[in-house]
C-alpha cells in the first residue's frame, strides 16, 4: 500500500534553531498538507499546498514557517527560529483529489529544548 | 460552539459489544466528513468516509444527519484491536480544504 514517508522520525533542537521536517508525499497525489499535535491536544491545520503554491494557511502558520516542493518528490516544512511551544507532532498528508480523505505520514516528533 | 464536538470518553466495553460514537459540527456548509482512527502516539489514518446514505464498512457504519449536524460511528463486535481514538473530521466550506478535527473519542475494548 502507498504510502506518504516522514523523515526524522524524532528531531531534538535548541530553541531559536532551524529545523526542516522532510516528506515524501504518495506519488500521484496533488494535495499535500501540514497538520501538528500538540500531546493531548487536538490535530491543527497548518497549511496546505497544491500547484506548487499555498492554497491555505492557519493562523499558526506565521512567518517562522516555510513550505516546499523542491524536487518534485519531496515535501518539507521549515521552521526558521523554533519556539518552545512548537515542540509537537508534525505530520505531512496527501490526498489525490480535494474531496479524498487524506493518507497521513507517521510523522515528526519535533522537541524543542 | 466547538466547530467540531465529540464525548472525549473514554468508553470502555468488553470484547463483542456494540459501540456507538457520535459527533456534532457548527458549520452548516461542510461538505465532507471522515472517520479516523488514532493510535496512541501514531498517525491518524483514515477509518471511512461519511455519507447521507450511511455506508458500512465490515463491523463500521458511519452515518451522516445533515439537518441536524450530527455524523455517527457504530462499532459492532467491537475486538481488541479496536481500542484506539477515534477522530471525527470535517472539512472546511466550499473550496476550503483544511480537516477540521475533534478532539477525539478513546475506545478501550477489555477482555
Known amino acids: 500500500e502507498p504510502e506518504v514517508t516522514q523523515t526524522p522520525s524524532h528531531q531534538v533542537t535548541q530553541m531559536g534553531q532551524e529545523v526542516i521536517l522532510r516528506c515524501v508525499p504518495i506519488?500521484?497525489?496533488?494535495?499535500f498538507y501540514w497538520y501538528r499535535q500538540i500531546l493531548g491536544q487536538k490535530v491543527e491545520f497548518l497549511v496546505s499546498?497544491?500547484?506548487?503554491?499555498?492554497?491555505?494557511k492557519s493562523e499558526i502558520f506565521d512567518d517562522q514557517f516555510s513550505v516546499e516542493r523542491p524536487d518534485g518528490s519531496n515535501f518539507t516544512l521549515k521552521i526558521r527560529s523554533t519556539k518552545l511551544e512548537d515542540s509537537a507532532m508534525y505530520f505531512c498528508?496527501?490526498?489525490?483529489?480535494?474531496?479524498?480523505?487524506?493518507?497521513f505520514g507517521s510523522g515528526t516528533r519535533l522537541t524543542v529544548v | 460552539r466547538k466547530e467540531v464536538e465529540q464525548d472525549p470518553g473514554p468508553f470502555n466495553v468488553p470484547e463483542g459489544a456494540t459501540v456507538a460514537f457520535n459527533c456534532t459540527y457548527s458549520?452548516?456548509?461542510?461538505?465532507?466528513f471522515f472517520w479516523y482512527r488514532q493510535d496512541c502516539r501514531k498517525e491518524p489514518k483514515l477509518l471511512m468516509s461519511?455519507?447521507?446514505?450511511?455506508n458500512e464498512d465490515g463491523r463500521f457504519t458511519a452515518q451522516l444527519n445533515r439537518a441536524s449536524q450530527y455524523i455517527s460511528l457504530l462499532i459492532r463486535d467491537s475486538k481488541l484491536s479496536d481500542s484506539a481514538t477515534y477522530l471525527c473530521?470535517?472539512?472546511?466550506?466550499?473550496?476550503?480544504?483544511?480537516?477540521?478535527w475533534g478532539l477525539g473519542t478513546s475506545l478501550a475494548v477489555n477482555p
Open positions: 461519511v455519507y447521507s446514505s450511511g
Open positions: 499546498f497544491y500547484n506548487n503554491e499555498i492554497s491555505e
Open positions: 458549520n452548516s456548509a461542510s461538505q465532507s
Open positions: 498528508a496527501s490526498s489525490a483529489r480535494q474531496r479524498d480523505g487524506y493518507t
Open positions: 473530521v470535517g472539512t472546511g466550506a466550499g473550496n476550503n480544504r483544511k480537516l477540521i
Open positions: 506519488s500521484n497525489h496533488l494535495y
